[in-house]
């Protein structure tokens, strides 16, 4: 066996090793919770391990957790059983999503192989895709992107096969039914498998993947329907369903504005920044390129192409997708794009112009920026600047105000986690359309006031909640007695409800 | 010796290690133990082991740890404080037993390469070598001895799986090989070697169908590294450049004059360990800050052991193994690369003493087929083993107790410093105050470059009235180490006590300045400014800072709104003005009008601070 042979051989174990190896770099100082998602995850994880149920347990009243599905926090809290000491214990959260992306490195470099590209597409695609620099930020803080990307390419893995039985498409369901337990957008994964052996006239094994989906997601939605009007409406677009946020939308806020440049991330990140009249003909050339390689991949790997599909689908319909609902795509996108550019190569003369020119401009865009990021660490800037603020406030709301407090914030989840007070959002919006709308200063202090918060506090003067501070300091003194102010910086407030 | 088997002459070693240590029952808890033991309430039963799986090996005390993570020793000193309702002798007992497990499993691995007679021999000179004594006869040694187990059974498990027919087999052993490793690194931190020692031994031990090892490697690497970041979480990072005192603060040059010639006693100890020593603190080995002779001796040395282990590989696989293995097991702690809290510990080279138990195994082995040397060689052997298992034996009993250990070591070697600290610990406990005092002063000047002598030697001269010897030790440790928190803290202490309150507030503002953002330095201050009986002002200023510094705002903020209203006309401006300037980044912080707030009601308004010294306003007289 030549040493290609070998290498060939053990590249998804070897990939998969790196990309763990990776993610464990990419871990930073940052405090878990300031992308406010990540936070309210490990207060649901605690709640279970603490046997409070699935609940945030930051917020008064306990409220019962339906805005994000449990397979990630039960994850987490049986590492928090196992180590059951915050914040000494996030170590073992950054190994298991470490793991799971590695896991899914593994899986996607295994599952590439049916595409039968050259060995070389993958040893740079992969990498490329794996070390972009925005998977390293979400790998870097407690999402579970990863754990869901690492389902979904093991369920497309046991599925994308010449011969599927009924017993591996009732697997495939499984897995694809748990990455819908945790991301609800796994219902595209779901869909996907089940169509595209639908499509290969498997119609037993569609219908066996189907079942198997449903029977996994059955407890989550039975979890939804036992807790109707679990949260209060004022925080329902943070914690509600994703029924509430629709509902509060209005069914018209979704379909007018379908997002067409929902793959405008992974484009930004691959071109270099040019004026628009060229940027838009490099972005079309290489969404041409991967929808090429798309092309020619659904012949060999259909439930891949078609949940890859239904999930862009999802994504652009959905008006508040997160960019890092796309960032997760970057190995494959990676692995399509250079696959097609490598197709179109093939063809010959006039496409070969189009493919250099392609690749000329990704080396001048992708490359200096990533070196930029993983030199400086600058993936990991964003999540330590925003604890910044925190590691002024924390040690005085720990030790400066008493054990009942209830505190008003940003970040809220962050703040319990690590001081243990109660803390519920400073910043109350609802979502009206495609937009959000901040709810009054009445209405803000009437929510605080019914919830018991008794300070307030402020990250910066740019904080959201900002415009209702300094309404409430103007209109009554009695209302804030300022604790301290950090000049531009954090400050932390007595409340109370007026009379 | 015709009828020996594999099985047969591991078991005789094991039983030779037994023997040779039967007279370490009779020890107690000595030095380590102690702490690790009798006071660890993680080691009094499994409940108490189990929630301390996260915690660190050293017990926390007076708020701070040593570090470490080795949960699986800990483990195994609660199920014997279960069994033994905490008796000494049965913890000795698991460490011969263990000790002896270690050598038959010596014995296994080695015979892969060796004759049954060469692997006895093998086996027979590890359990009897006296390098061994304190990972055995020492309680605390126990985690060298385990991760040796967990080392040695990783080898044998993997060879079995390399082995075995496809299937279940397969899997079970790969999963025994990852379990095996798993308890090493769980036992020491040197079992980060297991990846290179069980490729070197797939190397060596082929399977004829080559079936691929990569995979399983990978495995075992993965297991290492999820281990690494744990125990990085709980161990609280690797130990810092500042714990072993002979490397303390030197460059990287010269640790490396100090370090290369300790690869020359590393040899000596594995060759020819009739003299040994519980420590080899300066200036057993002297520390050296330029490159000597022997430092270019032991680097040569190092390097030849290195190129005889590789050159062995061919000709003696079981000497090159053990020689390659066991330098990997070392090297963790060889202060080549990393800094180790020790600069040699025999303990440290139980495992790499295979590397003479496999070469006697070797060179019996080859010299039986050649009849000229068989008999001189079979005496050599019987010299040598009847060597080491003297001074085996004679040397346990120096681990009886903490006391016997200490006194031997000071008698033995007079010029280890740290002897005389232990010993003056040892002397104070027991109310021996002044004896302690001169032990600690014999330690200081034995060996001037650890300025943390004084944090034994200032307080008791204090407590004897011995204010100026309290003086002149901490202005020693100040010289070395200014502006350490601790330190400034025995100099003010110090300073006080022979009523120098002015220079003690002086030395107080020193390591304010030096001490940077610490919070210690602000106590210290604040108390040397009530001792010196200051202002209202100041000592609201002082209180201010400390809250900074322990993060509370809210109180900073209020007591500083309070000094802004104390400082009057009568206040000492070159005074306020330093404190203003040390206070800059938390008057800028919280109070940024502060300043002008302040000169003003001093009667200076206009004017401003500048380095501590006070610029009047254009216009206003001086």
Redesign the interface.
């Known amino acids: 066996m030549s040493w290609g042979e070998?290498a060939w051989?053990?590249w998804p174990?070897?990939l998969g090793?790196g990309v763990?190896?990776v993610g464990?770099w990419a871990q930073g100082d940052a405090l878990v919770g300031v992308f406010y998602d990540d936070g309210i995850y490990v207060v649901l994880a605690k709640a279970l391990a603490t046997g409070e149920g699935y609940r945030n347990i930051h917020l008064p009243g306990s409220p019962a957790g339906v805005h994000y599905p449990f397979l990630y926090p039960a994850l987490l809290s049986l590492l928090w059983r196992l180590?059951p000491?915050f914040p000494?214990?996030v170590?073992?959260f950054?190994?298991l999503d470490s793991a799971a992306l590695g896991i899914a490195a593994w899986a996607i470099a295994l599952h590439g192989r049916r595409l039968e590209w050259p060995a070389a597409v993958q040893y740079v695609a992969l990498p490329a895709g794996f070390l972009a620099f925005p998977l390293l930020t979400i790998v870097g803080v407690r999402f579970s992107e990863p754990l869901f990307l690492a389902l979904w390419a093991t369920s497309l893995l046991v599925v994308d096969r010449d011969e599927v039985t009924e017993r591996r498409a009732f697997v495939a369901g499984l897995l694809s039914g748990l990455a819908t337990l945790t991301r609800t957008i796994g219902v595209a994964v779901v869909a996907g498998v089940v169509v595209a052996l639908w499509i290969r006239r498997r119609r037993r094994a569609a219908v066996a993947a189907a079942v198997a989906g449903a029977v996994v997601m059955l407890p989550w939605f039975a979890w939804l329907l036992t807790h109707p009007g679990a949260v209060d409406p004022r925080i329902a677009s943070n914690y509600g369903t994703y029924v509430d946020a629709a509902g509060q939308a209005g069914i018209l806020g979704l379909l007018p504005g379908v997002n067409v440049g929902v793959l405008g991330p992974l484009a930004r990140l691959a071109l270099p920044a040019l004026p628009g009249a060229l940027w838009y003909p490099l972005a079309v050339l290489l969404l041409g390129a991967l929808l090429w390689g798309a092309a020619s991949a659904w012949r060999r790997v259909p439930a891949f192409v078609i949940s890859l599909v239904f999930y862009v689908i999802v994504v652009a319909l959905w008006p508040y997708a997160s960019d890092r609902f796309v960032w997760i795509l970057a190995p494959w996108a990676a692995l399509l794009g250079l696959g097609g550019g490598w197709l179109l190569w093939r063809r010959g003369a006039p496409t070969r112009w189009v493919v250099a020119v392609l690749a000329v401009a990704v080396s001048s865009g992708y490359l200096p920026r990533e070196a930029a990021s993983l030199g400086g660490r600058g993936f990991a800037r964003t999540a330590e600047g925003i604890s910044a603020p925190f590691h002024?406030l924390?040690?005085?709301i720990t030790?400066?105000t008493p054990p009942g407090t209830v505190l008003a914030v940003s970040d809220e989840a962050l703040v319990y986690l690590y001081s243990g007070r109660a803390a519920v959002p400073s910043y109350l919006f609802r979502w009206q359309g495609r937009r959000t709308d901040p709810l009054t200063t009445d209405e803000s202090v009437a929510y605080y006031c019914e919830n018991g918060v008794t300070h307030l506090a402020l990250t910066g003067p740019g904080a959201a909640a900002g415009p209702v501070v300094r309404e409430l300091a103007s209109a009554d003194e009695s209302l804030l007695e300022p604790?301290?102010?950090?000049?531009s910086?954090p400050a932390?407030f007595r409340f109370s409800c007026p009379d | 010796m015709s009828g020996l088997t594999v099985r047969r002459a591991a078991l005789l070693a094991a039983a030779v290690a037994c023997l040779v240590y039967a007279n370490a029952i009779r020890n107690g808890w000595a030095l380590d133990d102690q702490l690790t033991i009798p006071e660890n309430p993680a080691a009094h039963s499994l409940t108490a082991a189990w929630e301390a799986r996260f915690s660190p090996y050293w017990p926390v005390r007076d708020g701070a740890t040593a570090g470490l993570y080795r949960p699986a020793v800990i483990a195994t000193y609660a199920l014997d404080w279960t069994l033994s309702g905490g008796r000494a002798w049965w913890f000795h007992l698991s460490n011969v037993l263990l000790h002896a497990l270690a050598t038959a499993l010596a014995v296994l691995v080695a015979a892969a390469w060796l004759t049954p007679v060469g692997a006895l021999v093998a086996g027979l000179v590890f359990a009897v070598h006296p390098v061994h004594v304190e990972a055995v006869a020492n309680v605390a040694g126990r985690s060298e001895i385990m991760a040796a187990v967990g080392l040695l059974l990783g080898v044998l498990a993997f060879r079995r799986y390399r082995f075995a027919a496809a299937g279940r087999a397969r899997a079970a052993w790969l999963a025994a090989t990852v379990a095996a490793v798993l308890l090493a690194l769980l036992s020491k931190e040197h079992a980060v070697a297991a990846v290179a020692i069980l490729a070197l031994d797939a190397w060596l031990v082929r399977d004829p169908a080559r079936r691929p090892v990569a995979g399983p490697l990978l495995a075992v690497l993965a297991v290492t590294v999820v281990w690494l970041v744990v125990w990085r979480a709980v161990a609280g990072g690797w130990v810092g450049i500042t714990s072993g005192a002979a490397l303390r603060y030197l460059s990287f040059g010269e640790r490396l004059d100090t370090v290369l010639p300790v690869y020359l006693e590393v040899i000596r100890l594995l060759t020819w360990p009739m003299k040994l020593a519980a420590n080899y603190n300066p200036q057993l080995i002297p520390q050296r800050t330029e490159f000597t002779a022997v430092a270019a001796l032991g680097a040569a040395s190092a390097a030849a052991l290195v190129a005889l282990g590789v050159a062995s590989l061919r000709r003696a696989p079981a000497v090159g193994f053990a020689i390659l293995a066991g330098i990997a097991t070392y090297a963790p702690t060889s202060n080549l690369i990393l800094v180790s809290g020790t600069l040699l510990g025999e303990r440290t080279l139980y495992f790499a003493a295979l590397a003479p138990a496999f070469a006697a195994g070797w060179i019996v082995q080859s010299a039986l087929r050649d009849s000229r040397w068989r008999r001189a060689v079979l005496l050599g052997l019987a010299a040598l083993l009847v060597a080491y298992g003297v001074r085996t034996w004679t040397r346990t009993p120096f681990w009886r107790d903490s006391r016997t250990a200490m006194i031997e070591t000071l008698l033995e070697y007079p010029q280890n410093y740290r002897s005389h600290l232990q010993f003056g610990r040892h002397l104070d406990l027991r109310g021996w105050s002044a004896v302690a005092l001169a032990e600690y002063l014999i330690a200081g000047a034995l060996f001037e470059r650890d300025p943390f002598v004084a944090s034994r030697s200032v307080p008791l001269a204090l407590h004897l009235g011995r204010s100026e010897l309290a003086v002149a030790e901490a202005e020693r440790a100040w010289e070395l180490r200014p502006g350490h928190p601790a330190i400034t803290g025995l100099l003010v202490a110090a300073l006080q006590a022979t009523g120098r309150s002015d220079s003690a507030l002086a030395v107080a503002r020193n390591g304010i300045e030096l001490g940077a953002l610490g919070y210690t330095p602000a106590v210290i201050y604040r108390e040397a400014l009530r001792t010196a009986d200051a202002p209202a002002w100041q000592l609201a200023l002082a209180e201010a800072r400390v809250s900074w510094r322990a993060g509370h705002l809210a109180a900073a903020s209020a007591t500083l709104d309070s000094a802004a209203a104390w400082i009057d006309p009568q206040a000492d401006l070159e005074g306020l003005c330093w404190e203003l300037g040390e206070l800059e980044p938390v008057l800028a912080t919280l109070r940024p009008d502060l300043p002008d707030r302040a000169l003003e009601a001093a009667g200076v308004a206009g004017a401003r601070c500048e380095g501590g010294l006070l610029r009047q306003a254009r216009g206003l007289a001086n």
């Not at chain 1, 604790?483 to 000049?487: E, I, N, S």
Request: proline share 3%.
């Open positions: 070998i051989r053990r174990q070897l090793l763990f190896v464990l180590w000491s000494a214990n170590v073992l950054q190994l002024l924390l040690p005085s030790e400066e604790l301290f102010q950090v000049t910086g932390l």
